[in-house]
């Protein structure tokens, strides 16, 4: 079965320094993988997604992942937070040819000034 | 853009009343979803529909049923609210066909149960 990890429940980091969001997944077949951004009170939205071809994809708000196959990980990555970035981060994979998206548990980003 | 609209966006309800939860898109998308989303357990899928009248069950089912009667509007419904429901709902919704569909979420409904 598949299944996705957020290793971090919890992220702090200052305003203006860099933040990596870790996801590994688990998968015997291929995947389209994805982040979701939850800002406060809101609904999730699209961040980025990989779906084939260049394993470095970029996202809305400077936000960028890198999708590792051998080690099945999809990082995400931003290189200055800003505290409106302060938000729910999910990963999530969508096992090709179903319907069916499963997302992690999600890691809370939180950008102090 | 595409609007995934949630009727409502707190209820308080007690236990044993029936509780429905509506979701209209604008986008004539073919499919729709409900999540539930915990602390700690990210969002599980409760129901999907890929057309009107159709359904199918999540990850989650129990405890609740759907409905589907237009393509634009998916409803959730506790028929008999327990404490262990209280939860965040999302609806969302995308295109059909094959291959990767975007999803789009609606704003959430917190449900208590008293």
């Known amino acids: 079965a598949q299944s996705v990890t957020q290793l971090d429940s919890q992220v702090p980091v200052f305003e203006e320094a860099p933040v990596e969001l870790r996801c590994n997944y688990s998968?015997?077949?291929?995947?389209?993988l994805f982040w979701y951004v939850q800002y406060p009170n809101q609904g999730l939205q699209l961040l980025l997604k990989?779906?084939?071809?260049?394993?470095l994809v970029k996202g809305i708000n400077g936000f960028e992942a890198e999708f590792n196959k051998s080690q099945t990980s999809f990082h995400l990555r931003k290189p200055s937070v800003h505290i409106s970035d302060t938000a729910e981060y999910f990963c999530?994979?969508?096992?090709?040819?179903?319907?069916?998206?499963?997302f992690g548990t999600g890691t809370r980003l939180q950008v102090f000034p | 853009d595409v609007k995934v609209t949630q009727s409502s966006r707190y209820l308080v309800k007690r236990t044993g009343e029936k509780v429905f939860l509506e979701c209209v898109q604008d986008?004539?998308?073919?499919?729709m979803f409900w999540y539930r989303q915990d602390p700690g357990l990210g969002l599980r899928l409760i129901y999907f529909?890929?057309?009107?009248?159709?359904?199918e069950k999540g990850d989650i089912p129990e405890g609740y049923s759907v409905s589907r009667e237009k393509k634009e509007r998916f409803s959730l419904i506790l028929e008999s609210a327990s404490t262990n429901q209280t939860s965040m709902y999302l609806c969302?919704?995308?295109?059909?066909?094959?291959?990767?569909?975007?999803?789009?979420f609606g704003e959430g409904s917190r449900l208590t149960v008293l």
């Open positions: 998968s015997s077949v291929s995947v389209y």
């Open positions: 969302a919704s995308s295109l059909g066909g094959a291959g990767y569909r975007e999803l789009f």
């Open positions: 529909s890929y057309d009107v009248k159709m359904k």
């Open positions: 986008m004539d998308h073919e499919n």
């Open positions: 990989y779906l084939s071809g260049s394993t």
């Open positions: 999530a994979v969508l096992v090709r040819d179903t319907d069916k998206l499963i």
